[in-house]
Structures are given as C-alpha cells and as structure tokens.
T-cell receptor, first 114, second 111 residues
Framework: EPEVTQTPSHQVTQMGQEVILRCVPISNHLYFYWYRQILGQKVEFLVSFYNNEISEKSEIFDDQFSVERPDGSNFTLKIRSTKLEDSAMYFC????????????FGEGSWLTVV | KNEVEQSPQNLTAQEGEFITINCSYSVGISALHWLQQHPGGGIVSLFMLSSGKKKHGRLIATINIQEKHSSLHITASHPRDSAVYICAVRDPGGGADGLTFGKGTHLIIQP
C-alpha cells in the first residue's frame, strides 16, 4: 500500500539552529499538510499546500516556518531558528483531493530542541 | 472554527466488550475523520465520513449531522485495539483546509 514517508524519524537540535523535516507524499496526491503534536497534547494543524503554494496556515505557522516542494516529490518543513517550544512530533500528510478523500499520515518526525 | 470534544478521555475495558467513543463538534463540517494513533505515535486513518454510517471489519462509524455528533464503535474488542482514537473535522469551506483535532480517547483493552 502506498505510504507517506518522513525523515528523519528523530532529530535533536540546539536552540537557534535551523531544521528541515522531509516528507515524500503519496505520488498521485495533490494536497499536502504539516501537523504537529506537542507531547501529551492534541494534534494541531500547521499548514496546507496545493498547486505549489500555501493554501491555509494556522497561527502557529509564523515567519519561523516555511514549506517547499522543491522537486515534485519531496515536501519539506523548515524551522529557521528553533525554540524549545518547537519540540514536538511533526506529521506530514497528503490526500488525493481535499475534503472528499482519506488523508494519509506519515509516521512522524520527533524533534527535540535542547 | 470548529471546537471538537471527545468522550471519554480514557477507557479501559475487557476483551470482547463493545466499545463506543463519542465526538461532538461546534460548527458544520465538510468531513469528519476517525484516526487511530499507535503507542509509537504513528497515525492511521480509519474512516472519513460526511453522512450516515461506515463499517470496516469490527469498526463502525456513524455521524448525525443535525446533532453535530459522531460515534466510533468497536465490536468484540481485542487487546490489539488498544490505542488513542482521535476525531478530526474539516470545516465547511473544504478545499485545502486543515483538520481540527479532538484530544483523543485513550483506549486500553485488557485480556
């Protein structure tokens, strides 16, 4: 079965460093998403991406964050200058079309900022 | 923007019991998702509903649009069903809107 793959599975970084989380969505999918889950809390929406641009972003997705689809297969989330509170599990997800379709999640990238 | 509430927060049951997890939301939706999160953290989609009822194996999901309520049922529960079950909704705009998640129901099925 096709799957969304994420790398790295776990990254530890120093506060202030830049981090790039990578995702390979399912190949025929058109909508891509990043979500995060701080330990013990609920999953929160960060950003959605369609047709090579951001469709929607939450209040969490401030100027520290950016997304890119550099080569037609990868979908990346960049955090420019990490803060301690950025420590969380980051999930990439994709769907074939938007509201009418199942959404597929990756296994997550666990980011620890020290 | 929707607020999503789930109940119960925690549920421990014996193997074989019939399980019901509830989800309510505050505004209209274009779709409601039931998700399963494993202890390792990975999230798997179980159902996507916009009306009526869906069944997959021992899992049944129902939604009542008028009451803004959905239920997830597990029949003949098994220890391998132990996981966090999450309700998530997409606002009526649809499009590429992100999902709004509930806090999840932590289910433990004891042998």
């Amino acid at each position: 079965e096709p799957e969304v793959t994420q790398t790295p599975s776990h990254q530890v970084t120093q506060m202030g460093q830049e981090v790039i989380l990578r995702c390979v969505p399912i190949s025929n999918h058109l909508y891509f998403y990043w979500y995060r889950q701080i330990l013990g809390q609920k999953v929160e929406f960060l950003v959605s991406f369609y047709n090579n641009e951001i469709s929607e972003k939450s209040e969490i997705f401030d100027d520290q964050f950016s997304v890119e689809r550099p080569d037609g297969s990868n979908f990346t989330l960049k955090i420019r200058s990490t803060k301690l509170e950025d420590s969380a599990m980051y999930f990439c997800a994709s769907s074939e079309i938007s509201s009418g379709n199942t959404i597929y999640f990756g296994e997550g990238s666990w980011l620890t900022v020290v | 923007k929707n607020e999503v509430e789930q109940s119960p927060q925690n549920l421990t049951a014996q193997e074989g019991e019939f399980i019901t997890i509830n989800c309510s939301y505050s505004v209209g939706i274009s779709a409601l998702h039931w998700l399963q999160q494993h202890p390792g953290g990975g999230i798997v989609s179980l159902f996507m509903l916009s009306s009526g009822k869906k069944k997959h194996g021992r899992l049944i999901a129902t939604i009542n649009i008028q009451e803004k309520h959905s239920s997830l049922h597990i029949t003949a529960s098994h220890p391998r069903d132990s996981a966090v079950y999450i309700c998530a909704v997409r606002d009526p705009g649809g499009g590429a809107d992100g999902l709004t998640f509930g806090k999840g129901t932590h289910l433990i099925i004891q042998p």
